[in-house]
């Protein structure tokens, strides 16, 4: 099953500029993760909030937690070339131990 | 963290024939593991848990005589995909929970084409 959508499902910017990805989700969770897959290749953690986080900043990421909406946002500041990939967030339940449910995912494209 | 390996990273197969495909925690013991297929530009669906010392849960729709998965030691879990078909050509990957809700350790997937 998945949790819900994600928006975008594709953009194109170019290098510079921010990207900014949403997810929805559908049941309580205990920390929303965001992944990030090249073409055909495997995943790649990128970061995690905890449902008691609001916000959390890794590197040129940026990731906010809206748990009365259950939404959340992953921003890429001054993307370039190679942030071309998709992008998953995925939820965790309560529950240690259980699968991770993904969205749909957004599929960036930076253009050099 | 866990270190998950896949075997094989992929694998051409004619149309009716089976294939097998392994997910090994290298240095965890997993008495769990999960089963992800990926079709071409969707996301990730889970397919099944797998059990270690006992029978597979599978998620809804997903054939379980269709797809055998064993899970005989606490650090390999096989999934064969029995008589494939052109549908079932897709991006197989497993994953190893760890110990806290936020641990999930992926394997690399394995890229199934059936002719």
């Known amino acids: 099953s998945q949790q819900g959508e994600e928006d975008p499902q594709a953009l194109s910017i170019q290098e510079g500029e921010n990207a900014t990805m949403n997810c929805s989700y559908k049941t309580s969770i205990n920390n929303l993760q965001w992944y990030r897959q090249n073409s055909g290749r495997g995943l790649v953690h990128l970061i995690l909030?905890?449902?008691?986080?609001r916000e959390k900043h890794s590197g040129r990421l940026r990731v906010t937690l809206d748990t009365s909406k259950k939404s959340s946002s992953l921003l890429i500041t001054a993307s370039r070339a190679a942030d071309t990939a998709s992008y998953f967030c995925?939820?965790?339940?309560?529950?240690?131990?259980?699968?991770?449910?993904f969205g749909k995912g957004t599929t960036l494209s930076v253009s050099s | 963290g866990a270190v998950v390996s896949q075997h094989p990273s992929w694998v051409i197969c004619k149309s009716g024939t089976s294939v097998k495909i392994e997910c090994r925690s290298l240095?965890?013991?997993?008495?769990?593991m999960f089963w992800y297929r990926q079709f071409p530009k969707q996301s990730l669906m889970l397919m099944a848990t797998?059990?270690?010392?006992?029978?597979?849960?599978?998620e809804q729709g997903v054939e379980k005589d269709k797809f055998l998965i064993n899970h005989a030691s606490l650090t390999l879990s096989t999934l064969t995909v029995t008589s494939a078909h052109p549908e079932d050509s897709s991006f197989y990957i497993c994953?190893?929970?760890?110990?806290?809700?936020?641990?999930?350790?992926f394997g690399p997937g394995t890229r199934l084409t059936v002719t």
């Open positions: 995925a939820t965790a339940s309560n529950q240690a131990g259980t699968a991770l449910i």
């Open positions: 994953s190893v929970p760890g110990l806290a809700t936020y641990e999930q350790y």
């Open positions: 797998s059990n270690e010392g006992s029978k597979a849960t599978y």
């Open positions: 909030i905890r449902s008691n986080e």
């Open positions: 240095d965890f013991q997993a008495t769990t």
